[in-house]
């Protein structure tokens, strides 16, 4: 890459963009922030919404596209008759000719109303300039009721307060997901007098101009505790116009984040491609809290304004987050946070604890201050080992212990299943905890989703691993013998007769005519070829189960073979593999519970087939620049960018770096040349030399490395690791 080039200009915001849903595409935004300002083509639901490429018409400008909340979506319109129709009416066609996208900045034509509208944002803030047709009447529609993605809007208010100013506030109501209300206050300023405000005192409306206003610019503040702090957002973030200086910060910034990595190859598709992923790594989990560190707390009974810790200066030490699961995480953003952002990374972990502060659980996905128990098992655990372990003290490490531990126990959130709200039964905790497994299907009923007992039992085992790691960490010798002793749980659900993890009941019987490559019925998401392997932190024992390494490596081998014809995915839309066909891929990397499974080789003595079945997976999963492919999948607000990225820097932990002093493992590095600025000031230089994607010497600071795996603290000393690539395969069969 061109020195002259910045990592932010190499990002393409488009991909994948035919395949959106709510929280998915970005390009007016800020790295995890509260604004988040596109144009929707699709409104309704989560999924398959916000802004959809081959969608030709544009349904609004919505300044919040966050995990199950949305909101303030306004629609610049002219008219020549009573505007009153454009209350209801006001949707435009447009055409990807006349549309601009960049990271910070969108620009597009309204084919209806030939209003040219940019738009750009800080962290809070959406700041929109319009140019309108000569001598038309001209305004602005304010949707404060309906459908917007995932939420229905109700209780939607606007006043005019001011000559140039507006105030008004509106409500997510509740999903299935996220079971409370969220109001987001708005605060909204013009830079050219109002002429009138139209509607009912229910419904949109309509802010007009004076006939014959050709330019106009607002500015819309976002808050979820108060229009006053929704003010001092905008005071604090944008007290000027500079709509330009404003793309160039929101640039800036990004590029601040990117060029942590600096790559350097012949082959310009596959560096931008990599900047996207990137990108993607460091979206969709929004920021909640306010400048002065105020935050909705939805946790108890009643809803309540919570106060972020402050530093010496009465800045917020901290931001609060608004974040799908964790689920998965421990194979992709525990491994790239921890290396490259780890200040964001502890952010988010000191975020997690002032739920469990405040509502007495860590959550697993986060929603406007609710908790939405979305997916299974308590996926934050690994998450904050992770960060422990890779020496991250900025938070208090007996606090998350304890909020871990109860989580883990009867009543926290491992009892929850997905989406179960107003009970603990349907995770199935006790039974694992007293069987040692989690029966299928649930014997006491149903209680929410996701109630698969084999996926059940094979999470549960790992994250009682990773916390165990936790324990002994700490010296809580009786909790590491506890958990540790929990976390070969996984053995019981492993069928010796058919060669799988196979669901059974609560009387022990394994389910009756089973097939591995049925989805779900048993696993999550998934099906039982994929889910067999989720066992991270013990493949030698999985192995062993399977009748020692090369029967396990010759399986495995056998389910990519199969996989690698259908690309290694379920599909090729954000869908996570419900048609009968595609969901009997052996081995899919559209959606987490089998995405390590590339790297399971290592473990059993053959790295060179990690090697070729990362690389091919990168290649083909993760391959292209284009609105109609990326992710072929479920990328869950930066899962599988960040999945992709390690993929092709051919870095991966296995157990999601819980263990002492972690470690990184290595695949087949797709560039030439790759510069980490790690945190500590130093760098690590990844060379690739020689063709091919088998790896023949590694070498590490001019040592020759005799196994691919190097520690935590070895990695940070930086330097240079040089991978010497072959086209011959060093077959150790």
Same mark, same amino acid.
């Given at each position: 890459m061109p020195a002259s080039v910045r990592p932010v200009d190499q990002v393409y915001p488009l991909l994948d963009a035919a395949n959106s849903r709510w929280f998915f595409f970005a390009s007016a935004c800020r790295p995890f922030g509260m604004v988040t300002l596109h144009p929707d083509t699709q409104v309704g639901g989560a999924w398959g919404s916000g802004y959809k490429y081959d969608t030709d018409t544009i349904k609004g400008f919505s300044h919040i596209h966050g995990w199950q909340i949305s909101g303030v979506s306004v629609m610049p319109v002219t008219f020549n008759e009573a505007p009153d129709p454009l209350l209801t009416d006001y949707y435009s066609a447009f055409s990807h000719d006349k549309e601009h996208v960049r990271v910070g900045y969108h620009k597009v034509v309204l084919d209806r109303y030939q209003v040219t509208t940019e738009l750009t944002s800080t962290r809070r803030v959406g700041l929109h300039r319009y140019h309108f047709p000569r001598n038309e009447s001209v305004g602005i529609v304010f949707q404060l009721e309906g459908i917007l993605g995932p939420s229905m809007i109700k209780d939607g208010?606007?006043?005019?307060?001011?000559?140039?100013?507006?105030?008004?506030?509106? =409500?997510?109501?509740?999903?299935?997901?996220?079971?409370? &209300?969220?109001?987001? !206050?708005?605060?909204?300023?013009?830079?050219?007098?109002?002429?009138?405000?139209?509607?009912e005192n229910k419904g949109n409306k309509l802010v007009t101009f004076p006939t014959g206003t050709e330019d106009v610019m607002m500015k819309v503040a976002i808050s979820y505790t108060s229009n006053e702090n929704a003010r001092l957002n905008m005071r604090e973030e944008l007290p000027g116009w500079d709509f330009d200086q404003v793309v160039?910060?929101?640039?800036?910034?990004?590029?601040?984040?990117?060029?942590?990595?600096?790559?350097?190859?012949?082959?310009?598709?596959?560096?931008?491609?990599?900047? =996207?992923?990137?990108?993607?790594?460091?979206?969709?989990?929004?920021?909640?809290?306010?400048?002065?560190?105020?935050?909705? &707390?939805?946790?108890?009974?009643?809803?309540?304004?919570?106060?972020?810790?402050?530093?010496?200066?009465?800045?917020?030490?901290?931001?609060?987050?608004?974040?799908?699961?964790?689920?998965?995480?421990?194979? =992709?953003?525990?491994?790239?946070?921890? #290396?490259?952002?780890?200040?964001?990374?502890?952010?988010?972990?000191?975020? #997690?604890?002032?739920?469990?502060?405040?509502?007495?659980?860590?959550?697993? *996905?986060?929603?406007?201050?609710? !908790?939405?128990?979305? /997916?299974?098992?308590?996926?934050?655990?690994?998450?904050?080992?992770?960060?422990y372990q890779k020496g991250l003290r900025g938070f208090d490490a007996e606090v998350a212990y304890e909020g871990m531990k109860k989580n883990h126990m009867p009543g926290g959130i491992m009892g929850h299943s997905g989406y179960e709200h107003g009970s603990a039964s349907g995770g199935g905790l006790e039974d694992y905890i007293e069987h040692g497994y989690v029966p299928y299907p649930n014997p006491d009923?149903?209680?929410? !989703?996701?109630?698969?007992?084999?996926?059940?039992? #094979?999470?549960?085992?790992?994250?009682?691993?990773?916390?165990?790691? /936790?324990?002994?960490?700490?010296?809580?010798?009786?909790?590491?013998?506890?958990?540790? *002793?929990?976390?070969?749980?996984?053995?019981?659900?492993? &069928?010796?007769?058919?060669?799988? /993890?196979?669901?059974?009941?609560?009387?022990?019987?394994?389910?009756?005519?089973?097939?591995?490559?049925?989805?779900?019925?048993?696993?999550?998401?998934?099906?039982?070829?994929?889910?067999?392997?989720?066992?991270?932190?013990?493949?030698?024992?999985?192995?062993?189960? /399977?009748?020692?390494?090369?029967?396990?490596?010759?399986?495995?081998?056998?389910?990519?073979?199969?996989?690698?014809?259908?690309?290694?995915?379920?599909? =090729?839309?954000?869908?996570?593999?419900?048609?009968?066909?595609?969901?009997?891929?052996?081995?899919? !990397?559209?959606?987490?519970?089998?995405?390590?499974?590339?790297?399971?080789?290592n473990h059993l003595g053959r790295p060179d087939l990690t090697q070729y079945w990362s690389g091919e997976v990168a290649k083909k999963a993760f391959g292209g620049l284009s609105p109609h492919t990326g992710y072929n999948g479920d990328e869950d607000q930066g899962l599988m960018g960040s999945l992709a990225v390690l993929l092709k820097l051919g870095l991966f932990q296995m157990n999601g770096g819980t263990e002492e002093d972690p470690r990184y493992e290595f695949g087949s590095p797709m560039f030439d040349q790759v510069l980490l600025h790690l945190p500590n000031d130093k760098s690590l230089e990844l060379l690739r030399e020689g063709e091919g994607v088998f790896i023949e010497e590694l070498t590490y600071n001019g040592k020759t490395l005799t196994d691919f795996f190097l520690t935590h603290t070895q990695l940070m000393e930086g330097g240079i690791l040089k991978f010497k690539m072959s086209e011959q395969l060093n077959s150790k069969e």
């Open positions: 208010r606007l006043v005019q307060v001011g000559p140039k100013t507006l105030s008004g506030q509106l =409500t997510n109501g509740p999903t299935k997901r996220r079971p409370k &209300d969220v109001v987001a !206050y708005f605060e909204v300023a013009f830079d050219k007098a109002i002429a009138g405000l139209t509607g160039e910060n929101s640039q800036v910034e990004w590029d601040v984040l990117l060029s942590r990595i600096v790559v350097k190859d012949d082959d310009s598709l596959a560096v931008r491609r990599f900047y =996207t992923d990137l990108w993607h790594s460091l979206q969709g989990r929004r920021t909640i809290s306010d400048v002065n560190g105020a935050y909705p &707390d939805n946790t108890g009974e009643m809803f309540r304004v919570g106060q972020l810790p402050q530093d010496s200066l009465g800045k917020p030490k901290f931001s609060h987050y608004n974040s799908d699961a964790f689920w998965g995480a421990q194979w =992709t953003l525990n491994t790239l946070w921890g #290396l490259l952002y780890p200040k964001r990374y502890e952010e988010f972990v000191n975020s #997690l604890l002032v739920y469990y502060q405040d509502g007495g659980l860590i959550p697993r *996905g986060p929603s406007g201050g609710n !908790y939405t128990y979305v /997916m299974t098992g308590a996926s934050s655990t690994p998450f904050i080992v992770s960060a009923g149903d209680f929410g !989703y996701h109630q698969d007992g084999a996926s059940l039992t #094979l999470e549960y085992a790992y994250q009682d691993w990773a916390l165990a790691q /936790m324990a002994k960490a700490l010296g809580k010798k009786a909790d590491y013998d506890y958990f540790l *002793g929990r976390s070969e749980n996984y053995k019981n659900q492993f &069928d010796q007769e058919t060669g799988w /993890m196979r669901p059974k009941d609560i009387n022990g019987q394994w389910r009756p005519a089973f097939d591995p490559y049925e989805y779900e019925h048993g696993f999550n998401e998934s099906n039982g070829a994929q889910s067999t392997w989720f066992v991270p932190h013990d493949v030698h024992g999985l192995a062993a189960l /399977m009748g020692g390494e090369a029967a396990a490596v010759k399986k495995l081998n056998a389910q990519f073979e199969k996989a690698a014809l259908m690309g290694f995915t379920a599909g =090729t839309s954000h869908e996570r593999g419900e048609d009968p066909n595609r969901a009997r891929v052996p081995i899919n !990397y559209g959606n987490q519970p089998s995405i390590q499974t590339a790297f399971i080789f």
